[in-house]
T-cell receptor, first 111, second 113 residues
Framework: GENVEQHPSTLSVQEGDSAVIKCTYSDSASNYFPWYKQELGKGPQLIIDIRSNVGEKKDQRIAVTLNKTAKHFSLHITETQPEDSAVYFCAASKGFQKLVFGTGTRLLVSP | EAGVVQSPRYKIIEKKQPVAFWCNPISGHNTLYWYRQNLGQGPELLIRYENEEAVDDSQLPKDRFSAERLKGVDSTLKIQPAELGDSAVYLC???????????FGSGTRLTVV
């Protein structure tokens, strides 16, 4: 089955810096790659996603890139703010089948 | 629009006792998922429903876990009897056929003592 690896497990940046989180997946048939943000005591919240027919997608300060050949995808957050502090999860799936999540990255943005 | 609603938010039970979680998905979402999230880990799928039908329950420990989704709307997840290792956050999510993305509820944090 699908296996998703995520790095780093923790990431500390200064406010205004950029943050990059990387994930790799194992199943070449996976075609949907979302990113979720989870704040303490809350469920994961979808922040951006990308499908396999697209190489890059951007939404304001966040962007996701996908390299199908290498089977990896990355989340980029620019101009980080303290409210970006949370745990971020990448995931992969084949269509509507189950999402397989990475192990999460704890992002800490210091003022 | 109300999001995915789960209850209770927290539950503390003694081992060997039964427990049930309830989920109300977003109106019109025909797909419903139950995930379990252990501390410091990503969520893992327990069961996926398409309307009333469980189409993927391969990860559900069927000796003690059961789930139902009556009328293709609300869903309940039950554990009987609970074990210490069942302590986790149980997340419900829903999605529609028009959109791959899930919407998660806030989860139920279960502590088995």
């Amino acid at each position: 089955g699908e296996n998703v690896e995520q790095h780093p497990s923790t990431l500390s940046v200064q406010e205004g810096d950029s943050a990059v989180i990387k994930c790799t997946y194992s199943d070449s048939a996976s075609n949907y790659f979302p990113w979720y943000k989870q704040e303490l005591g809350k469920g994961p919240q979808l922040i951006i996603d990308i499908r396999s027919n697209v190489g890059e997608k951007k939404d304001q300060r966040i962007a996701v890139t996908l390299n199908k050949t290498a089977k990896h995808f990355s989340l980029h957050i620019t101009e980080t703010q303290p409210e970006d502090s949370a745990v971020y999860f990448c995931a992969a799936s084949k269509g509507f089948q189950k999402l397989v999540f990475g192990t999460g990255t704890r992002l800490l943005v210091s003022p | 629009e109300a999001g995915v609603v789960q209850s209770p938010r927290y539950k503390i039970i003694e081992k060997k006792q039964p427990v049930a979680f309830w989920c109300n998905p977003i109106s019109g979402h025909n797909t419903l998922y139950w995930y379990r999230q252990n501390l410091g880990q990503g969520p893992e799928l327990l069961i996926r429903y398409e309307n009333e039908e469980a189409v993927d329950d391969s990860q559900l420990p069927k000796d003690r876990f059961s789930a139902e989704r009556l009328k293709g709307v609300d869903s309940t997840l039950k554990i009987q009897p609970a074990e210490l290792g069942d302590s986790a956050v149980y997340l419900c999510a829903s999605s529609s056929t028009a959109f791959y993305g899930y919407t998660f509820g806030s989860g139920t944090r279960l502590t088995v003592v």
